[in-house]
């Protein structure tokens, strides 16, 4: 008797493990699958939709010539922040350098919020200004500062915030902005160098741009006042002599004016021109 197999035993270890053709079967089903889920990733990306499948946010631009408005921080008799670069200067040379490239491209009205960049003029001044010139888009340019000691540096912009007419376009410019400079090599400073600032009371809070949610106080007043879409961009901390090696110098100035004016080409749909500084 101990020779013999137990039938019962034998039909077990039979039906104990799956079949070659059930694993098979398997690796067929997830072959499939994942051949299924990567066409249809592939129809999403050249659809231009998102995994939501809706269209991605765009702004209704209409048709050229567009109107934009270049605002340089600070000027006259108020110097900005101070570093290895004023914060002035620095925003003179890079508004100067932009106007240029926007005055070559017949796609392009620009404009400026004040005549001279010695003029001394207060943001709420310079928002009635721009805005009598009816603007389709702002570009504010300013320099950021860290205390001595700091190594602090890198790119960081402020579209108008969550809830505010103008929101969704003035992020989309953002993320041109933010995506140029990274592109040019600067260290993206927040979430994907995009920001928001909200006034309480003469306090300044830094939020950073995964807060969505709608607040009642105050942004910077330009963002606030002016009729069209618009971002105030901190190209580079004008203490940090490698920032401004690369962003703030006569050089580097033509540099971030490149990325702002391909930025705007982004955000209206237009072809760059090869126009040399």
């Not at 809706?54 to 109107?67: A, C, H, L, S």
């Not at 830094?206 to 330009?222: A, G, M, N, Y």
């Not at 190209?235 to 920032?243: G, H, K, P």
Request: charged fraction near 20%.
């Amino acid at each position: 008797m101990a020779g013999r197999s137990n039938p019962r035993h034998a039909r077990w270890r039979r039906q104990g493990g799956p079949s070659t053709a059930t694993v098979i079967g398997l690796l067929v089903c997830v072959v499939c699958f994942s051949a299924a889920f990567f066409l249809w990733k592939a129809a999403l990306s050249g659809s231009g939709r998102n995994e939501s499948g809706e269209e991605p946010f765009r702004p209704v631009v209409g048709d050229p010539p567009y109107r934009v408005c270049i605002d340089a921080g600070h000027g006259g008799s108020d110097p900005g922040a101070r570093g290895v670069v004023e914060e002035k200067e620095m925003t003179a040379q890079t508004s100067e350098a932009l106007l240029a490239l926007l005055e070559a491209d017949p796609n392009y009205v620009p404009l400026c919020s004040r005549e001279s960049y010695d003029v001394t003029a207060k943001p709420s001044e310079r928002a009635k200004a721009i805005n009598a010139k009816s603007p389709q888009l702002l570009l504010s340019i300013h320099g950021n500062s860290a205390p001595e000691g700091s190594a602090a540096a890198g790119f960081e912009c402020y579209p108008s915030v969550p809830g505010r007419t103008w929101h969704r376009e003035s992020y989309y410019f953002a993320q041109q902005l933010a995506q140029g400079m990274q592109a040019a090599g600067a260290k993206l400073r927040g979430h994907g160098g995009i920001r928001y600032i909200y006034y309480q009371g003469e306090v300044k809070q830094l939020v950073e741009s995964t807060h969505t949610e709608v607040r009642d106080e105050r942004s910077f007043t330009l963002l606030e006042d002016v009729n069209c879409p618009a971002v105030l961009a901190e190209q580079c901390f004008v203490t940090s002599e490698e920032d401004v090696a690369q962003f703030g110098s006569e050089e580097g100035c033509k540099t971030v004016a490149r990325v702002y004016y391909e930025a705007i080409c982004a955000y209206f749909g237009t072809q760059p021109l090869d126009t040399p500084l």
